[in-house]
């Protein structure tokens, strides 16, 4: 990626520029492989900010009176001019790289007429008319109707405020955020235009255009197939926006069933988890499936990493965060909750994870969300914290976490009644409790911002990690049935060990795989259930970590030893046969302890029928001559970097005596009277226990 600082042009007529014709904005410009970006640096008053992806570059072409200047025509014909502030070479360099990732995005070209014609935005500019737009994909509001009154909502002035705008700046792929697309935000979405403007902001639309037919796909190709999330799924169908008449219905029902499978098919590791439910039953109002479904995955992975997993991490990160900036901005109230010991998460717990759908009214909670995809999760923040401010006189009052909740729920109930219903102004007199709470929560808490919520999750993160998982080894290790005869300190280190390996093994694969960061947090990765499983790959680390002998180091991949290297792992692959009971390819923790307990509280016999077990390849209770060998090849390998030469003589008087042990297979007359003798396990018991 290059980034470059420049000042911007844009024609276009900007409302909050009457004079002028052309806005000027400086900031940094940035092209990667896929897409070119820039944000201002000037200030919220004077925000631009845009994400175009290299593939609606329709033209670029250099200004000649400007010494370092870019004009870029992209597919919705609106023009926008980068002055770069930089030297000859710098300019060169940058022209270059562009120009080769423009190539490589040409391909992708002609996915646009197919992806457009699902963008009501393209089919508003086209002055198509409400009746073509309404047959375009989109929420199940079209079927059912959308929450509110559209004449009320004042839906068709806001429809030709944002077509001004879409001409303008542009729309779907290649919209240029500035200050008044905040503000027609925040006055409420059209109904029409709410799916499409969420996922501009959240950035699932590009999702969405890479990944064309994902949906269908994973629907189609796991129509037959059931999980233990499918069943999660089933229970809380009836429980998602009951109120709303389209999950009254089948028709509904389904199409939420559909969004919420398809993402736990995507997301096997992650499936399906509380409060999935209700995020996308409200989301499904104003996208299609398609659409909902990309929108969920961004959410879960990007937006609110952590928040929709079985620890919910993320959620209880953010409630601890949410009590620091309580404690900082009204130490007051703080410390009431603190003495008369109220617990904030009672309450404030549900509005981050429901995102606030829950509490609100519907309507407004919609609102809600038109800012949150707008701005990010600090919105969650500020609205909470706004709650409580407006309500601090009454909160003061309250003694038990019953009153809290009461005083909360009580607030809610009014969001749409007037702020001023006596009022002589007619604006104020329009101005409703959601409006105030709205300017509260932006004027009051504006100094929330992003980088102060990505500083505030670092600096307690490890402190939530860690609660979690103490929290959940101790559930684990309570519930495991066979403990083994291990004692609660050796199952606590079997059970890090296990889960340690599972992590390494799973951020080893993404790390190979190029994956996001999001996507490999220890705290997503390492917060484990009693339901994980562990693989061969995992399970070398594991047994690894356990013991030296079994511990591989760069010194066993050197070529003199690739023989060793080569039965090393053989033998681990058939200790990983013995763990695995159910036969599936994988052990469980449980398994992990059986297993683990067998060998280090194991007596002599114990030992030897294990060693007896693996080197019996063929299963038919005896051990041949190459058997035996490589029995004897496995235990040069455990000791291999013991410096003393008495393990290898004990090897080879093992060898030596082997022979006079062995005797032809009394299961098989025929071969009596052949040369192949085999070595029993009774019979290698009598030479242990010969042998001392």
């Known amino acids: ?39 201002s640096t000037s200030g919220q ?9 290299l593939y609606t570059i329709r033209r670029v072409e250099r200004v000649s009176d400007k010494s370092y200047s870019l004009k870029i025509l992209n597919w919705h014909q609106v023009t926008v001019q980068f002055d770069l502030q930089v030297t000859k070479a710098q300019y060169d360099s940058f022209s270059a790289l562009m120009t080769e990732n423009l190539r490589n995005q040409i391909k992708y070209m002609k996915m646009m007429k197919r992806f457009l014609a699902t963008c009501p935005s393209s089919a508003l500019v086209a002055d198509k008319g409400y009746d073509v737009i309404d047959k375009m994909p989109g929420g199940l509001g079209l079927q059912f109707g959308f929450p509110g009154d559209a004449r009320q909502l004042k839906d068709k002035s806001k429809m030709k405020l944002w077509k001004k705008f879409f001409k303008d700046y542009g729309r779907n792929l290649t919209v240029s955020k500035t200050p008044r ?4 935000i925040r006055v409420g979405l059209p109904n029409r235009l709410r799916g499409e403007v969420w996922e501009t902001c959240s950035g699932s639309i590009y999702l969405r255009f890479m990944n064309q037919g994902l949906y269908d796909k994973l629907l189609e190709e796991n129509k037959n197939k059931s999980s233990l999330s499918l069943e999660e799924i089933e229970k ?53 499936e398609e659409q909902a479904f990309f929108t969920l995955s961004v959410l879960c992975d990007d937006m609110l990493p952590g928040y929709y997993s079985t620890s919910m991490y993320g959620a ?80 003061l009052e309250t003694h038990d976490d019953g009153a809290f909740i009461n005083v909360l ?89 296990f889960y340690n390996a599972l992590y390494y093994k799973q951020h080893q694969r993404q790390s190979d795989k190029t994956a996001s960061p999001s996507s490999s947090s220890p705290s997503s990765s390492n917060t484990a259930n009693a339901g994980s499983r562990m693989d061969l790959a995992a399970f070398e680390t594991f047994v690894g970590s356990l013991a030296s002998w079994a511990k591989l180091v760069p010194q066993d991949y050197e070529p003199e030893r690739e023989r060793q290297l080569k039965v090393g792992k053989q033998f681990l692959a058939r200790l990983f046969g013995l763990f695995d009971v ?17 060998i280090a509280k194991g007596d002599l016999n114990d030992h030897i029928k294990l060693f007896f077990d693996t080197s019996d390849v063929d299963k038919d ?71 001392g």
């Open 1 to 39: 990626m290059v980034e470059e600082p420049l000042d911007i042009n844009v024609n276009g007529d900007d409302p909050d520029a009457p004079t002028s014709r052309t806005v000027h904005y400086r900031g940094k410009l940035a092209v990667s492989e896929a897409y070119l970006t820039f944000y």
């Open 45 to 53: 008053a004077s925000h631009y900010q845009t994400v175009l992806p």
């Open 181 to 184: 697309f905040s503000k027609l």
């Open 236 to 288: 809380d169908l009836n429980r998602s926006l009951p109120e709303y008449s389209a999950y009254q219905t089948p028709e509904g029902i389904n199409s939420l069933r559909r969004v919420l499978s398809a993402y736990s098919w995507n997301d096997p590791e992650l499936g399906y988890c509380q409060a999935m439910n209700i995020v996308t039953s409200a989301i499904l109002i104003y996208m299609s």
């Open 316 to 395: 209880l990160l953010d409630q601890i965060i949410f009590e620091h900036l309580l404690e900082t901005t009204m130490p007051l109230l703080y410390n009431h909750f603190k003495k008369r010991d109220i617990q904030l998460s009672v309450a404030c717990l549900p509005w981050f994870l429901s995102l606030y759908i829950n509490s609100m009214p519907l309507l407004l909670a919609f609102r809600v969300l038109d800012c949150f995809f707008m701005d990010g999760p600090k919105v969650l923040f500020q609205i909470g914290l706004a709650i409580l401010k407006i309500n601090g006189d009454a909160l």
């Open 409 to 497: 729920k009580h607030y809610f109930s009014q969001l749409n009644e007037p702020l001023y219903p006596d009022s002589d102004n007619i604006k104020a007199k329009h101005l409703t409790k959601f409006n105030e709470l709205l300017l509260v929560a932006y004027r009051e808490f504006g100094s929330i911002t992003d980088e102060k919520v990505r500083e505030l999750r670092q600096t307690h993160q490890l402190k939530v990690v860690a609660g979690i998982e103490s929290f959940t080894k101790r559930s684990a290790i309570r519930n495991i049935e066979n403990t083994a005869g291990l004692t609660k300190d050796e199952l606590g280190v079997v059970y890090d060990k």
């Open 582 to 598: 159910t036969k599936t390819g994988t052990i469980s923790l449980q398994d992990a302890i059986v297993g683990v307990a067998s």
């Open 621 to 691: 209770g005896l051990l041949n001559r190459d058997e035996v060998l490589e029995l004897s090849e496995t235990l040069l390998w455990i000791f291999r970097d013991v410096s003393d030469e008495e393990h290898l003589n004990s090897v080879s008087t093992f060898l030596h005596h082997a022979n006079e042990y062995s005797e032809p297979d009394a299961q098989n007359p025929a071969a009596t009277g052949s040369q192949e003798s085999y070595l029993s396990k009774e019979s290698l018991r009598y030479y242990k226990k010969k042998r």
